[in-house]
């Protein structure tokens, strides 16, 4: 059985629309690095917004959650994983969601009901119990003895800190061959957790107020990984069906059997289709020393020190046989996966190529350092060393430390690096001064024009255009942004005009510096916002602009000249390209 379509048939039979996953890399939310749940790109829904298909909801989605990455290598835990969801947006709500959750389960699955157990909300200050959901659950025939009540630390789901949220009632499936007790506790750890119900009745506030949302949502979440180990019977998540390919071409490169290699064999397996979604997302990242890329990286390089251990000879193409397996298995349920194969391919040979440059002779310094230690202590020098000379990230130089019984002073190392980063900085910064006098006038208005027309996208076709790249000659300007449908003739009119009247208006440009949180905050748009340094320059042209930016710009929108839209044509899927001139 096929349980993402069989998940997706049932909720579609229950009247439910099924909505493609959310990329990876959150599009307009630079707070998280990765969709870390199903309901995150629904939040506007949830909070009251009409989603364009309908109130009842399905997908599964495509998650990343980096608090479990050390983790990895253990039975259960992984970094990607997907997750299976239905919702309701102000339709449905606890009695019918329970309904079909329970009917699921053991209608669809034929769990037989003895095996489940369910926790509720006990309530708080100003939340009552929920009786409700309990009564629901009875009615179905859970015994009273297989409801438990716990506190909102359990039973209250919100993602991050503000937004929709409220109790929630948790599914438990006995995994286990003993006898299955009669009464459920919580803390038995034969008892997991399958699936999340979420009833989102309250948004809170940042200053930590909850008040009702004016619509009543729910928002499941079932992990694909987990329910399909419970279903094959086995606990260890590595050995069911999604894996089996993955880790046989594990065992096949490195002539090695998974039994015996368990650890080392799962982190490869877990990190490699975790690196092969994020680099195949339209958001273009690269193994780079920042957010998403610096995660990348890490995954990768992590991946091969454990190939190294298992002794796969690194300069064969390892990698990417393992991860044309993860391709295969996903290219039909995620168009960027077979749309980006030859990216991901190039990401990840580009990165073993540049690592396995200085692997070996990093493993040696490690090697020799370990030796001559005897206070067991890696100082913030050796392991600044480790990562600038041979690109050991400190998380990795830090398991290689503990696998020694070693300690490493991470504190002293963070303190190091910051100082790098702004020596670094610095230079580049210089760099960047000397590099403006040769930065040619019209390179110079052409930064600005992408600014004007940025904005002016917005006004003309709608606030979600987002910019999605950009190119600069003296002679021209190329820019790429998201948008659904061709530029009608009238709308490339309308956005050329009011570039114009900007320019006619000769507003001023001005620069502020500021970290890039408050820049965020104060609404500034951005790119990539991983690509920035903490500090970053916000350049705002009157008030129809602000943008995080690295510049040169012009200091008055009237010294532009006349702006003229050339071509306008599609660039990639959902990606339209501008290309411009000035007179
Ligand atoms: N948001 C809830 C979770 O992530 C249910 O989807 O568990």
Redesign the pocket.
């Known amino acids: 059985m096929n349980l993402k379509e069989e998940f997706i048939k049932y909720f579609v039979s229950l009247g439910h629309v099924q909505i493609p996953s959310a990329p990876l890399i959150p599009e307009n939310d630079p707070s998280v690095l990765f969709n870390?749940?199903?309901?995150q790109p629904l939040i506007p829904y949830l909070m009251g917004k009409e989603h364009p298909e309908g109130k009842r909801l399905c997908d599964y989605q495509k998650c990343v959650r980096l608090t479990d990455l050390d983790s990895i290598g253990d039975k259960t835990h992984h970094t990607f994983f997907e997750?299976l969801?239905n919702w309701s947006l102000g339709d449905y709500f606890k009695k019918e969601s329970i309904t079909y959750s329970f009917n699921f389960l053991t209608k669809v699955l034929n769990i037989p009901i003895n095996r489940l157990a369910v926790t509720v909300f006990a309530g708080n200050e100003s939340i009552p119990r929920d009786d409700v959901s309990a009564s629901i659950w009875q009615s179905l025939g859970i015994s009273p003895k297989r409801i438990a009540y716990l506190p909102e630390e359990d039973n209250f789901?919100i993602?991050g800190e503000t937004g929709p949220c409220g109790g929630?009632t948790e599914i438990f499936y006995f995994r286990s061959d003993e006898p299955i007790p009669e009464t459920f506790n919580p803390k038995d750890e034969r008892w997991v957790e399958i699936w999340?119900?979420?009833f989102m009745e309250y948004n809170k506030a940042p200053d930590g107020q909850i008040t009702e949302l004016p619509q009543k949502n729910v928002?499941?979440?079932m992990g694909l990984e987990r329910i399909v180990a419970v279903l094959e019977g086995t606990d260890d998540n590595y050995k069911t069906s999604i894996w089996q390919e993955i880790i046989a071409k594990i065992e096949e490169v490195s002539h090695k059997s998974y039994a015996g290699n368990e650890q080392s064999m799962r982190i490869i397996a877990d990190h490699i289709r975790t690196a092969v979604f994020i680099s195949a997302d339209y958001a273009g990242i690269k193994p780079s020393n920042t957010d998403q890329g610096y995660i990348l990286r890490r995954l990768i390089r992590r991946a091969i020190r454990h190939g190294k251990k298992l002794e796969i000879p690194l300069n064969s193409d390892w990698l990417l046989e393992i991860a044309k397996v993860v391709i295969q298995k996903y290219e039909d349920y995620y168009p960027e996966i077979k749309e980006n194969q030859a990216i991901v391919l190039d990401v990840l040979k580009n990165e073993a190529i540049k690592f396995n440059r200085t692997l070996e002779k990093g493993l040696k310094e490690f090697s020799k350092l370990v030796k001559s230690l005897d206070n067991k202590i890696i100082t913030k020098e050796e392991a600044f060393k480790l990562y600038d000379t041979y690109g050991f990230p400190i998380e990795l130089t830090v398991e290689m430390a503990e696998e020694q019984g070693f300690k490493v002073d991470t504190e002293g190392f963070k303190l190091k690096f910051k100082e790098h980063q702004e020596l670094s900085r610095t230079a580049s910064a210089g760099k960047f001064k000397g590099g403006l006098g040769s930065q040619g006038v019209m390179e110079t208005k052409y930064h600005t024009a992408t600014h004007l027309l940025n904005a002016a996208l917005k006004v003309v076709i709608g606030p979600d255009v987002h910019q999605k790249g950009s190119n600069i000659t003296a002679e021209r300007m190329r820019f790429d942004f998201s948008c659904d449908h061709k530029l009608s003739e009238e709308e490339k009119r309308q956005t050329q005009e009011l570039v114009n009247k900007w320019i006619m208006d000769d507003l001023p440009v001005n620069m502020t510096t500021m970290p890039k949180e408050d820049a965020v905050k104060s609404g500034a748009e951005a790119m990539f916002i991983e690509k920035y340094a903490d500090l970053v320059n916000v350049y705002t042209i009157g008030d129809v602009s602000k943008e995080i930016c690295g510049g040169p710009h012009v200091k008055h929108t009237g010294e532009l000249g006349k702006f003229k839209i050339i071509k306008e044509e599609a660039s990639s899927a959902g990606v339209r390209r501008i290309k411009a001139i000035l007179e």
């Open positions: 870390t749940a199903g309901m997750m969801g789901w993602a929630d999340n119900n979420v928002d499941t979440g």
